[in-house]
């Protein structure tokens, strides 16, 4: 079997790893990868949105299977591309995609199946946006409409924060054409849970629940990343949450996307807060979560090739999808200055030992040397009895790997910790 994944970060190295635990498998190829991943698989310089190019390769190198991971080519219709060629995918077409690529679509699909979330607004002028902040209940969060790197989301505690965040989004443009429109919502408060989960438009198969932490510095603070980190399990994430979830959220949302023709085949993300009033979904992912991936796929007992076979055959209840009981934490090495601007090219080094344990993210080969390319660089991830002894493990390996300008947050899983005392 030749297998493609379209991607190029920590989520996907994390993917490619677990692939290559399936002995049918031959060949990898990682559209684009980077430096790190090319210890795992052949990369090739052919960018996730070059959809025309990613399509010519497969059928060129007639590649058995797909797994189309970022949000921007599922959202583009890149499996729907590939398909079209006769080459299985793993990823929802762009009809389903849309469920991550609008906001106000997924917004309007759970206001119309009833499925708890946050009271909300759309708007798609500044002004009438504008008008409303005067009179919202604050704190308010604001939502660029589309993709916007995980960055989209701003949590305005004064009303001058909140009319900053719309003119930043809507008339200066901060995310492009994906701020054309905004979500204006209710600002819940309670634990937050990422629950990543296999569907084959059918069934649902939640996998292990995680923590992650958005916020550059430690203590939530600075201004809001892709990840910086996360655990897994999450203590928040009872066995009495979990039942209510699978009745409320996660199989209405199959059966919403059905009802809608957007039958959803892939990796639904499930971004939930656990309130007061029990929980609500914050936000839909139409893929792996980045990190979450890093901690959520090292505890997949069951082979991962297998499940996402299932998942495109439609045959996932036909499995039995199992994971560890054991604890995961990994905590993200970043670039100084991240996520504004940040300097390139330093030279990464990490000990052959733990290389296994190792998800590069941002990394780039030069001269045969790895150097680092991005804002976050590595993902180091250790797994363990406990929750402390993982997070202890993936400190100490943290402190063995240097490249010049890293930094990382020192308090990794330590809510999580304080939550399962």
Do not use: W
């Not at 399990?233 to 949450?241: F, L, R, S």
């Amino acid at each position: 079997m030749k297998i493609l994944v379209v991607g190029g970060g920590g989520r996907e190295h994390a993917i490619i790893k677990k692939l290559k635990e399936n002995k049918t498998i031959e060949k990898i190829y990682a559209l684009p990868g980077n430096g790190g991943i090319a210890a795992d698989a052949e990369c090739m310089a052919i960018g996730a949105t070059d959809i025309d190019g990613i399509v010519k390769f497969a059928v060129e190198n007639s590649i058995d299977y797909a797994v189309v991971a970022p949000d921007d080519p599922l959202v583009l219709g890149c499996v729907d591309a590939l398909e079209e060629k006769g080459i299985l995918c793993f990823g929802p077409r762009a009809n389903a995609a849309i469920i991550e690529g609008s906001k106000a679509f997924s917004k309007n699909l759970m206001k119309k199946y009833g499925i708890p979330t946050a009271a909300y607004e759309v708007f798609d002028d500044a002004d009438r946006a504008l008008e409303y902040i005067k009179t919202a209940p604050i704190p308010t969060v604001i939502k660029a409409d589309g993709l916007a790197l995980g960055k989209g989301v701003i949590i305005a505690m004064t009303r001058e924060e909140a009319e900053d965040a719309v003119i930043s989004i809507m008339k200066d443009k901060k995310f492009g054409k994906s701020g054309n429109s905004i979500v204006i919502e209710e600002f819940l408060e309670g634990p937050e849970v990422s629950v990543l989960s296999f569907t084959d438009g059918k069934t649902v198969v939640p996998m292990i629940s995680s923590m992650d932490h958005k916020r550059a510095g430690d203590n939530d603070t600075g201004l809001n990343t892709g990840g910086m980190g996360t655990v897994a399990p999450n203590p928040y994430y009872t066995e009495a949450v979990a039942r209510e979830c699978m009745d409320k959220i996660f199989i209405p949302t199959i059966n919403a996307m059905n009802a809608e023709g957007r039958t959803f085949k892939g990796c639904l993300y499930f971004g939930l807060m656990i309130t007061k009033n029990g929980p609500k979904v914050i936000e839909y992912n139409c893929r792996f979560g980045d990190p979450e991936t890093q901690v959520v796929l090292p505890l997949l007992r069951t082979d991962l090739f297998t499940v996402m076979q299932a998942v495109t055959d439609g045959t996932l209840s036909d499995i039995k999808v199992e994971f560890s009981d054991k604890h995961a934490a990994c905590v993200i090495m970043a670039s100084e200055g991240y996520p504004v601007s940040y300097e390139k090219g330093y030279e990464i080094t990490i000990p052959d030992d733990i290389a296994d344990c190792v998800f590069v993210a941002g990394a780039a080969l030069k001269d045969g040397r790895l150097v680092t390319s991005g804002g976050r660089v590595l993902g180091v991830t250790a797994i363990a009895d406990t929750l402390k002894e993982a997070i202890d493990g993936s400190y100490d390996m943290v402190e063995r790997i240097h490249f010049d300008n890293a930094f990382y947050r020192h308090d990794i899983g330590a809510r999580a910790l304080k939550a399962s005392e």
